[in-house]
């Protein structure tokens, strides 16, 4: 189907992944890299410069300086490699590591190696990315900015995604894999057809359980103000419903941002002549709500679209005259955090520590979070946050039987807060105490919270943050990952 045709999103995703979700922690031991068997020592980097670029991730606070760095040619490399660590009496861990983007140093290890999945990107090691009618299958090492290239050719995409596209497929089915959309369809691994899993043991693993379909080509793109918290939140819900009610109205997208009285304020998005009325709302009320929803459309319905947004528009209390919009391809809003990124890295803003809180929030105490840390934490310390999104998504868009855990209602909100941070330790260390204040916070007040890509330190810890499914964790690392090989920089078995 040609590109400028409407465009039939009937895939789903077929993935073909050499990470194990299930994680852990590793042992001190006395493996050498020397004395590693040949076939598998030609793989093996040992120099300072590459052994410095793994000890490290995008959030430059935890730093381990692995024994050796693999570099696979094939998935049968990953599956050697794993295999001899089993056969030595004390086995060396194993840290995979794509894109890095985590933040606590969860793709490291220090007595151990890290496979570095990139190199099986290569084009010499065949990796591809291959579009069907219905799904595409592609390696967990190729990029999700690679797998949108690839199948908008064909006239597809697929239904969920990350909101930054420069990251690995593996990586972000790791974690779940959530965005604005995911209320709709759930996150990244709910659409997931297929995997093929290389386990703790050296095992290749398929596992798996389906399908839709939906046409667009471009979108519009809204972004709405408030100075009400409950007319934000209600408004957010609203919109989510519609999809719940098979309402045809229902949007493609809803996000939502904060933003903090603290200069320099973001609003690149909003017209130059409307900046200075936003910055004076913001400064008159400390903080400002802002809903993002996005309407995808084709040729079809492009005569529509006008009436369509109107339609959802109609009945929310945004402030008067402070909404907001733009037309994109669908490949511009997909990708859209790239510019930030290249702004970013241009400046010197981008490859700096990132002491990152991700939250997941129970929806019936959110007016608490929302005056007890937005107002009551951030604002009154004047905690230097950015643009945080905050959004409600559908737990009934998630799979129980997955690893990850969210608050247990039928709705949850999502915190992002992504803040960088100089070099200096005490800085550092400074907005680890910040976001600790802030669990600390939910905790003495009884507000259920999920951390998202969670980095604790103890085994209590961890088993609170999985309550119920703890079990159910502990039995799959013992089933497919008995010796504690794989991923000891999450630190879960501790």
Known sequence: ???????VSKALILLCLTSIVVLTLGHAHPWLPSETPKKLALKLSLDNQTLSLASSDFGFIVHETPLAVFQ?????????????????????TIAQRGQAHSTHGQTMTHNGVVLNMTRLGDIKNGSRIVVYDEYVDAGGEQLWIDVLSATFKHGLTPFSWTDYMYLSVGG???????NGRMFRFGPQISNVLELDVVTGKGDLVKCSPVNNSELFYAVKRLRLLYNEFSAFTNDQEHLISFHERNDTRSADYVSGYIIVNQAPLDLSFYPAHYQPRITSLVTKYGIIYSIELVKYYDNNSQTHIK????????????????????????????????????????????????????????????????????????????????????????????????????????????LGLYRSSGFDKVEVEAHEAQNQQILQFCKDVGIEIKEYLASYKTHEEWMEQYGSKWQLIEDRKAKFDPKRILSPGQRIFN
């Open 1 to 7: 189907m040609a590109m400028n045709n409407s465009i």
């Open 72 to 92: 696979p040619s094939s998935v049968n490399d990953i599956i050697d490699l794993i295999k001899y660590s089993n056969s030595l009496p004390i086995p060396f």
């Open 172 to 178: 972000t089915l790791s974690n779940a894999g959530v």
């Open 307 to 414: 009436e369509e947004v109107a339609s959802l528009l109609k009945g929310l209390n945004y402030i008067p005259r402070f909404a907001f919009e733009k037309d994109e391809s669908y490949e511009e809003f997909q990708n859209r955090l790239h510019t930030t990124e290249l702004e970013f890295t241009s400046k010197g803003f981008w490859d700096v520590p990132h002491p990152w809180l991700n939250l997941f929030i129970q929806r019936s105490r959110i007016s608490d979070f929302n005056e007890g840390v937005l107002k009551g934490i951030i604002l009154k310390q004047n905690i230097s946050v950015g643009t945080p999104s905050f959004y409600p998504t559908n737990r009934n868009k998630w799979d129980y039987r997955m690893s990850a855990v969210t608050p247990n209602e039928d709705i949850f909100y999502v």
